[in-house]
């Protein structure tokens, strides 16, 4: 096959820049490399200063202590006179405060009902609990970190002697952790770890296979993992007669066990128990289903000052779509909403709704605050460099995700999502924490957009990763999965990559394309969030 010609003539592009609203007194630079000073804008816009790509010039003169807006939102204050033309940078800006949670908008929105989307499916995996995998995959959960190294050396023997014998099953994998042990296990919060495991076990792509390796000893003994009622029930094989009613019977190799005697014992056991569950897994078959059985989780990573132009506004127009098929969509990343939680209150469908992320944000300003730090410590040196100056402006960029549909629910971390439409997954930003958390709240796939660039990607679930600019997807061709930033060249609207995005997604849910990221098989850690004591 031809290799697709590179596209060098957008870098000869005349001088660009790009607005968020008309209200705004700064645009971002669109061209690659930047632009030099004395460019002339077709405004008639002079530059000041050499500007880099996705940085802020400044639209109109702007005195010490004015409001500098983007997104119609004020990002911050002048510290000192800005000339129109200037690089806007944030050295020049003061970070306006946090929004207080009293006094917020509550439903106030309500949005014109969208047609729904249609006639549109894929091919997945329908579970006994009515949940659909987009992968067929055997998840080793574990109750410890001590048996990560026993159960990694199972998972290489099961890989290379069983696996070839169940041509249906896509993969094992080992779900290792840091929790389990030397954890203050009755402190309230330590629910969150607990329940993220525990739902994480249950995601769609493990067909309700659960086989756990425990060690013995350990705080988080199997029971309290994955107590009775929460194994799904497979087939007569997996049931306890206790009475009139049957109960699922939990899988457990413990390595304490006396039966073991040597290593090998151990391994022998999980490889045992594996093929039990592998056999089961490769009877399973794709079917069609309905695009509504898709659960995806957005999140952003690596972020610039092209993320909220390009390919979060995209994901945002896609989150719409996939709202009107029926769909479950979760947007998260608390810090990165914080600034922007007025809007999101007003789109919330019920204020029963907008009261749980009002909570949810004030749990969340409770544990930053204990650590003596605010949402701003969410930046990194490459945010900045990337043209965002700021938290305030960061999150304005980040909440677009979510597009404009209402917001129906609102799920605590590690917990499990249970209805259809937007969704609100209260998670840290971090991208693997983040990630963590939407596999444990169910996802088939994951959307995860960046302007700097990481290879991210998860072994549970297909990640689709999506830049948010030509320079990225051409250098990265072969990581990145959607290039969202033929938006700021005028190549293609928001629109064309969002309904791209959503092709994508049905095409990678049904197996029938795989991500960069499962091409070169490349996988994050699991990083729980436990926001409770270690001991
Ligand atoms: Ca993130």
């Known amino acids: ?78 510290l000192k006179d800005i000339a129109a033309g200037s690089w806007v940078h944030e050295r020049l800006l003061k970070m ?50 001590c048996v990560a190294g026993v159960t990694e050396f199972a998972v290489q023997r099961i890989k290379s002697e069983l696996l070839p014998k169940y041509p249906h099953v896509d993969d094992v994998v080992a779900l290792e952790h840091g929790y389990g042990c030397g954890v203050a296990i009755d402190a309230p919060d330590a629910i969150i770890p607990i329940r993220t495991l525990r739902n994480i076990s249950l995601n769609p792509n493990f067909g309700g296979e659960v086989m756990v390796v425990s060690l013995g000893c350990e705080k988080l003994q199997p029971e309290r993992l994955m107590p009775p009622g929460t194994i799904p029930l497979i087939d007569e094989r997996n049931v306890a007669d206790v009475g009139d009613s049957a109960e699922s019977q939990l899988d457990v190799v413990c390595l304490q066990d006396d039966a073991h005697v040597g290593f090998m014992s151990m391994v022998d056991s999980i490889m045992r128990q594996a093929e039990e569950h592998l056999e089961r897994l490769n009877a399973r078959r794709r079917e069609t289903v309905p695009a509504s059985e898709l659960v995806v989780g957005v999140q952003c990573g690596g972020s610039d000052a092209f993320s909220g132009v390009t390919a979060n506004p995209a994901v945002g127009f896609c989150t719409d779509l996939l709202v009107r098929a029926g769909a479950t969509v979760m ?21 029963e709704v907008a009261e749980a992320m009002i909570r949810e944000m004030a749990w969340y300003d409770a544990y930053l605050d204990k650590g003596r730090v605010d949402r701003s410590a969410n930046t990194t040196p490459g945010n900045k460099k990337g043209g965002l100056s700021n938290i305030v402006e960061k999150a304005m960029g980040s909440i677009v995700k979510s597009g404009k549909s209402p917001i129906s629910g609102v799920i605590a971390p590690g917990e499990k999502v249970r209805q259809k439409g937007l969704i609100y997954a209260a998670t840290p930003a971090s991208d693997f924490i983040c990630g963590t958390l939407q596999l444990a709240a169910g996802i088939n796939l994951h959307v995860f957009t960046t302007g700097r660039g990481t290879p991210y990607g998860l072994a549970e679930v297909p990640v689709i990763k999506v830049a948010t600019r030509s320079d990225l997807a051409r250098r990265w ?59």
């Open 1 to 78: 096959m031809p290799e697709v010609p590179v596209m060098t003539e957008t870098l000869s592009l005349s001088p660009l820049c790009i607005s968020m609203d008309d209200r705004d007194n700064v645009a971002i630079v669109a061209n690659d490399g930047g632009l030099s000073a004395g460019t002339v804008f077709p405004s008639g816009l002079t530059l000041v200063d050499k500007v880099p790509q996705a940085h802020k010039v400044a639209l109109v003169d702007i005195p010490e202590g004015g409001e500098v807006r983007r997104y119609n939102v004020v990002i911050g204050y002048a």
């Open 331 to 351: 947007f998260s990343e608390v810090t990165e909403v914080r600034d922007g939680i007025d809007q999101l209150t007003s789109r919330a469908t019920t204020p």
């Open 96 to 145: 306006p405060a946090a929004r207080e949670l009293t006094g917020l908008p509550i439903a106030t929105v309500k949005p014109e009902p969208q047609p729904p989307l249609e006639g549109y499916t894929f091919e997945g995996y329908r579970n006994p609990d009515g949940s659909v995998g987009s992968r067929n995959i055997l998840a080793i959960t574990q109750t410890v970190q």
């Open 477 to 535: 061709h072969d990581l990145m999965d959607v290039n969202a930033g033929t938006i700021a060249t005028g190549e293609k609207t928001i629109a064309d990559v969002g309904w791209e995005m959503f092709h994508l997604m049905l095409d990678v849910a049904s197996g029938r394309k795989k991500t960069w990221a499962e091409h070169w098989k490349l996988h994050n850690a699991l990083v729980l969030f436990n926001p409770a004591p270690v001991t």
